[in-house]
C-alpha cells in the first residue's frame, strides 16, 4: 500500500476547504502536527487516535542526520525531516504544495504530487462528490494563486454537477 507523507500546509489546506478524508494510508511527523494550530490539530485527532493518521517522531540519531543534511536553501527543517522520512521509507510519496519541496523530491527520484492529485483521488475513490470537489477547488483558488490555473478549471469543469 502507498503511504502518504504529508506536510503541513497540505494539512492546512483540506482543514480549510473542509476536505480532510483519508484516501491512502497517510502518516506525518510531529514536527508537522506542531506547526498547526489547536482548532488544526483538533480536526486531525480524531484520525490520529482511530490509527487513520500515523504521527511519528523522530529519533535522536534522525534528528542528527536531518541537521547534518545538505538541505537546499530555504527548505524548512521540518520539511527536510519529512523528505528523508519518505526517502527511507519502502513506498512512500510525498503530499505537498511547496516548490521547493516538490523539486527536491524529484531530483532524488521520490514520487511527489499536490492538492490537485490528493483532490482526483477524493473523487475516484468516491469519497468527495464533484459539488463538494468545485466549491473546494474554487474557495482553495481564491486564496491559493499558485495553483495551476488551466488545470483547475479543467478540473471545475470535470467535476460539474
Not at 493518521?53 to 545538505?70: G, H, K, T
Not at 483532490?119 to 474557495?139: K, V
Not at 494563486?145 to 460539474?160: A, F, T, V
Request: aromatic fraction near 10%.
Amino acid at each position: 500500500m502507498r503511504i502518504a507523507v504529508t506536510d503541513t500546509n497540505i494539512f492546512i489546506d483540506l482543514i480549510k476547504i473542509n476536505l480532510f478524508k483519508i484516501g491512502v494510508s497517510i502518516t506525518t511527523t510531529e514536527e508537522v502536527i506542531n506547526e498547526l494550530l489547536g482548532y488544526q490539530q483538533a480536526v486531525l485527532s480524531p484520525f490520529i487516535e482511530s490509527g487513520n493518521l500515523i504521527v511519528s517522531s523522530f529519533s535522536a540519531d534522525d534528528i542528527r542526520l536531518i541537521e547534518s543534511w545538505p538541505i537546499p536553501r530555504g527548505l524548512s527543517v521540518v520539511d527536510t525531516g519529512l523528505f528523508l522520512f519518505a526517502k527511507t521509507g519502502e513506498d512512500y510519496l510525498i503530499l505537498t504544495n511547496d516548490q521547493l519541496l516538490r523539486s527536491t523530491c524529484q531530483h532524488y527520484h521520490i514520487e511527489v504530487h499536490g492538492m490537485l492529485w490528493l483532490m482526483d483521488l477524493f473523487f475516484e475513490q468516491g469519497l468527495s462528490t464533484g459539488l463538494e470537489l468545485c466549491e473546494a477547488l474554487s474557495l482553495l483558488m481564491k486564496g491559493f494563486h499558485r495553483l495551476p490555473l488551466l488545470e483547475c478549471k479543467i478540473r471545475l469543469n470535470q467535476w460539474s454537477p
